[in-house]
């Protein structure tokens, strides 16, 4: 028996430019890794003393497969305090991460052949997560002089009979753009038009440093089904916890899937996730901050270095540093990079063809290492 027993997706692994990179790091001394999306600090302290608490009193069972009432609860109060928006019990879904609640979603969402529109850059899971489902991904691009903004007239182009939905991403990973409420308007009135779902991914809510962050359900609440999870915003992505939140033909349709699969996210990740939406301002803040006086540092850093560039640095916890300047594609410069510096950054390419004139660099280690790393950068030479 070999492969070719196997399903033919997975037969031939899709290209991955990360694999190349990983194994050059894991033989590079004095590394100082920039690429990953898994921030340093660990947990709160108050976050990890409720769950423990809670799971030496017993809470070690199964709960429902949606949750337990309690964290559909604490995902309820949260969107009423933070956003005024008022959800049923039936439509909140306890995931193992945000990951998942957008795999099942797209299992039950789409025939073969049904298209969806994914904005690029983009958070590369989406565009596989959609073939994986049988559908077609339709990529529209973004724009760095547009602030990486979703044009609605390319939007609109894009969508056709066979159109079943859009997936969405702000704060973006990997170009930390924050879409404004005009943009998210205009998206949630055609998706309205067109009776399209918006799959919104909002995992970096948190991390908007500009105008208050606007959630699509607020816009669109018929149309939209919304994803996140504690792993950035509380520093739990162990704990691999998130919930999803939908009309609730959609949420029965993902319980009949998600029973034979997962059937429920872990009990004690929920109890966490329940003190840390309880307690939201006070458990957030910290980390917000943190990251925000990190981005400020990347990119006043990178005002200094004359073939590096980036634009206003407004959300999520990532840089898209323009490298255009180096006559370098986002390959050979992160290569460049890692053998030359020991710096692990992921090449733009792998967000998107779009990608190739971009590095994303994750603020996920602190200043010091933040400052020798771009100490050690700003010295690159290119002949």
Known sequence: MNKTMLNTFYQIPSENLL????DLASKTPNLLNLSIGDPDITTPKEIIDSAFKDTYNGHTHYTASDGSDDFLTSVINFYKKQYDLSFEKNQVRATVGALQGMYLTLQVLLN??????????????YKTQVIEAGGTPIIIPTYEKDDFQIDPIILEKAITTKTKAIIINSPNNPTGAVFSKGTLTKIAELAITHN???????????????????????????????FSSFSKTFAMTGWRIGYMIAPKYINDACHL??????????????????????????VSKEVVHLFKERLEYIEKRIQDIPFLSVHSLKGSIYAFINISRTGLDSVAFSKKLLTE??????????FG???SNFIRLA????????EEAFDRLETLTFE
């Open 257 to 282: 899937l998600s029973e034979d699969v997962t059937y429920s996210a872990p009990t004690p990740s929920q109890r966490a996730g329940i003190y840390a939406l309880d307690h939201y301002q006070d």
């Open 112 to 125: 073969e052949g049904d298209e969806v529109i994914i904005h690029e850059p983009y958070f590369s899971p």
């Open 19 to 22: 694999m190349e990179f990983t």
């Open 341 to 350: 510096k020991q710096i692990l950054v992921i090449p733009g390419q792998a």
């Open 196 to 226: 399209l779902f918006i799959l919104s991914d909002e995992v970096y809510e948190a991390f908007t440093f500009g105008e208050p962050f606007t959630p699509m359900a607020s816009l669109a609440p018929d149309n939209t089904i919304t």
């Open 353 to 355: 063809e779009s990608g």
């Open 363 to 370: 603020a996920t280690q602190d200043i010091p290492v933040l």
